[in-house]
């Protein structure tokens, strides 16, 4: 719950804050960034707010790396009365405001953020001295001293644009690292070498229309769909999930038209289309810390898809099926990729991502870990492109060789996975939705072990 401060509470931090410099600038004898929030009204601490101050830090530590500036010291405070960052730099007082004004001046969030630089002295380095303008009003865009002197604006409608400003601002950061990350995975699956039968560096698989390069436009020309699904996830986060699942179709449509511009017309991404994109749509709906917990965001893909095997099969026989994956749950059951989102992606979350998370942890390489997700995952799900290559028949002997062989070793060497791919190869086999799933245990893992670009 939010809680309220007094005056005196902010007359006490201000206090400690100024104590706290001294104690710095004393220390060291260098030059001070001290970096807190500008947020009106009595509520100064809250997790929105912190991830706004979290992504000004992040702004700014940017900025030092860009110059090559390391900080000498770096000192973080949480309170009811608003987090707080002092940087002891080594570096010219005039330069370090350079950095904080690009900063402050870079987008509404900016105007947020206090970034005050002190001399060695404890004297404030002004903008006026970089020959700038003051800060901006954040809701008329004048001079902000005028407006704030002159009370020009309510608290209450300062805090409402502040808000906006924050959800839009993390909302935007939100939607574009999952994109960002999707098409991440995608790259890092079809890089993973050798994939028995799939397009990888070795070579392009059972596929004679396309390689690593085509892969990689198809992953390209997807980031906007990613991101749209994220924002469709947020847009609609407040209603029932299956609503959500509703508003991808379009976004689908046209994203498919996009992979196969890129691709000159090779489908290379259909299935990551479909999978990937209702797993961004989950993000969207769930608060960013949920994103580093799999099973919670593979449980909401499942209630935003629940009933869409019953729904896409009702009235299916045998005499009507037409497509291939509608023929293939007359005459066996199987419900393929809808089944697998609709049960929240168990061959993911059971077996993919618990294998690569095995090997990784053992000291397996990421593409070695990455190899025997794959395997693990065509050993213990159905794999309809395997089926659509060669038979039912055929696809349940690979599944018991593979069981066979993982049995043995979890993470085959490079020989025995390229003698695998040549006999796939051989025999014109590819597990292409498996492959769509080995992308989804990656986009897994990067959210749950990495501090990631947004905050």
Not at 167 to 172: K, L, N, Q
Not at 222 to 232: H, K, M, S, V
Not at 312 to 323: H, I
Request: proline residues 5%; neutral net charge; glycine residues 8%.
């Amino acid at each position: 719950m939010e809680q309220e401060v007094s005056l005196i509470q902010m007359l006490d931090a201000r206090e400690r804050r100024v104590w706290h410099q001294q104690e710095l600038l004393g220390a060291y004898g260098k030059p001070l960034v001290c970096f807190t929030m500008n947020i009106a009204g009595p509520v100064k601490d809250s997790p929105l707010i912190r991830r706004g101050f979290a992504r000004g830090r992040q702004l700014l530590e940017r900025q030092f790396l860009r110059c090559g500036i390391k900080p000498l010291k770096i000192d973080l405070s949480k309170a009811v009365t608003g987090p707080e960052a002092f940087y002891v730099l080594d570096t010219e007082p005039l330069t370090i405001k350079k950095l904080t004004t690009l900063v402050e001046d870079a987008s509404p969030l900016g105007r947020l953020f206090d970034m005050d630089v002190l001399r060695p002295d404890g004297k404030k380095v002004d903008r006026e001295e970089l020959h700038l303008e003051g800060r901006k009003c954040l809701i008329c865009g004048g001079p902000a001293k005028v407006c704030s002197s002159r009370r020009v604006h309510t608290v209450a409608e300062l805090q409402a644009r502040t808000t906006a400003i924050l959800t839009e601002t993390m909302d935007t950061l939100d939607a574009a690292t999952a994109a960002r990350q999707a098409v991440r995975a995608l790259l890092y699956e079809v890089t993973t070498t050798p994939k028995p039968g799939l397009v990888d560096r070795r070579n392009s698989g059972s596929h004679a229309d396309m390689d690593s390069f085509t892969f990689m436009s198809s992953a390209a020309s997807l980031y906007p769909y990613f991101e749209a699904c994220t924002r469709a996830g947020r847009k609609t986060a407040d209603g029932p999930a299956p609503e959500t699942f509703a508003a991808l179709r379009p976004l689908g449509c046209e994203a498919e038209g996009e992979m196969l511009a890129a691709t000159h017309g090779v489908n290379t991404h259909k299935g990551a289309i479909f999978s990937i994109g209702i797993v961004c749509a989950a993000l969207g709906r769930l608060d960013r810390a949920l994103w580093a917990d799999p099973a919670r965001v593979l449980a909401e893909v499942s209630t935003m898809t629940a009933g869409l095997t019953a729904k896409d099969f009702a009235g299916v026989t045998a005499e009507n099926a037409v497509t291939a994956g509608q023929k293939l749950y007359v005459q066996y059951g199987i419900t393929g990729v809808r089944g697998q989102v609709e049960a929240g992606l168990p061959a993911v979350l059971e077996f993919g991502l618990p294998a690569l998370e095995k090997g990784l942890a053992t000291g397996y390489s990421l593409n070695q870990s990455g190899c025997g997700a794959l395997l693990a995952i065509i050993a213990n799900s159905t794999d309809t492109n395997l089926i659509a290559r060669s038979d039912r028949a055929t696809q349940l002997a690979v599944v018991e060789e593979l069981k066979a062989l993982l049995a043995r070793t979890p993470y085959p060497d490079e020989a025995a996975l390229r003698a695998l791919d040549d006999r796939f190869i051989a025999a014109n086999l590819s597990p292409g939705g498996s492959a769509d799933l080995l992308a989804l245990c990656y986009l897994l893992h990067f959210f749950k072990t990495e501090v990631l670009e947004d905050v």
